[in-house]
């Protein structure tokens, strides 16, 4: 699996540490670090959390091209 690149720009862009977005979904710091470094696969609901807290659509952070 490739870094999450997009995730992490979209988060620093909203000025969240890893620790706040984790906070706001209901997971680990350490979830949001892993599915940052491509080291985890999310649930579509998680997904769909994430993207809504980051005002952002799944194509937007979790589409491969």
Do not use: H
């Not at 890893?18 to 979904?25: F, I």
């Not at 649930?43 to 091209?65: H, M, P, Q």
Request: proline letters at 2%; hydrophobic letters at 40%.
């Amino acid at each position: 699996m490739a870094k999450n690149l997009k995730l992490k720009a979209a988060r620093a862009a909203v000025d969240l540490t890893q620790e706040e977005l984790a906070r706001k979904v209901n997971v680990t710091r350490q979830t949001i670090n892993a599915i940052e470094k491509g080291d985890y696969n999310p649930s579509i609901n998680l997904c769909i959390t994430i993207c809504r807290v980051l005002g952002k659509t799944l194509n937007d952070l979790f589409w491969e091209e």
